[in-house]
């Protein structure tokens, strides 16, 4: 990018969305899910239609929950303590990794000149989880009074995330994981022992809502896009 033909009133820091198509779960797993949860007469008819080659998974399915709840920890750590984002009604989904070209790095929208073509190889496309939707989400401080924000967003958004409420064994795996991951990120950014400590701050206001106020409504505090 040519910054010198921007006018100054054009070249100020800021937030940018870097677009990406999510590629769709590999063909195998599309099929077995059709196998799996269509009925028999319908399931030719589902693996024909060409809308369920953009399929994408959600996290709500039975899958490994240890390593599922790992990938989500991780995730919802990087937005937090990384971005610095509160993930306000935000999207999390399986879909297949990013293409990738033999013996190379993944392709990236804007990495090849219009209408090229790299030498990708579609046959070991192993699963991610891809997070969408980040319209209504908003940047944080990483100050204590903004760690509020982020127990409404998660407490708000769908139910990706365990729940001592629902299994606790599996909460107490996925708290393990995002504190290992966000104390890893905090330091690598060489913040104050303040912000450190956020990170835990927000397991336990979390952790205190969900024991402590069965009957309240996360819809009723949340704000989009500050």
């Known amino acids: 990018m040519d910054l010198k033909r921007y006018p100054k009133s054009h070249k100020k820091e800021g937030a940018a969305f870097l ?35 953009a399929c994408l998974m959600v996290e709500h399915l039975n899958l490994d929950e240890e390593l599922l709840a790992d990938e989500l920890a991780i995730a919802l750590a990087a937005i937090h303590w990384q971005a610095q984002v509160d993930a306000m009604d935000t999207e999390f989904v399986l879909g297949s990794a990013p293409p990738t070209p033999a ?49 409404v967003a998660f407490l708000g958004n769908d139910p990706y995330f365990p729940r001592p409420d629902v299994s606790i064994d599996l909460c107490i795996h996925f708290n393990e994981t995002y504190l290992k991951a966000s104390c890893l990120i905090l330091e690598n950014r060489h913040v104050d022992s303040q912000a450190i400590a956020l990170p835990a701050l927000f397991i336990a206001k979390v952790e205190a809502k969900i024991t402590e106020h069965e009957g309240w409504n996360a819809e009723d505090d949340i704000v989009f896009g500050l």
Do not use: C, M
């Open 19 to 53: 677009l990406n198509r999510i590629p769709a779960v590999p063909l195998a797993v599309r099929e077995l899910l059709i196998d799996r949860y269509f009925a028999k007469e319908i399931r030719d008819k589902a693996k024909g239609n060409k809308a369920n080659q």
């Open 103 to 151: 013996g190379g790095r993944p392709v990236h929208v804007g990495a090849g000149q219009p209408h090229e073509v790299d030498n990708v190889d579609h046959t070991k496309r192993p699963i991610h989880v891809w997070v969408l939707d980040f319209d209504k989400s908003s940047s944080i401080e990483l100050i204590h009074g903004d760690v509020d924000r982020l127990v």
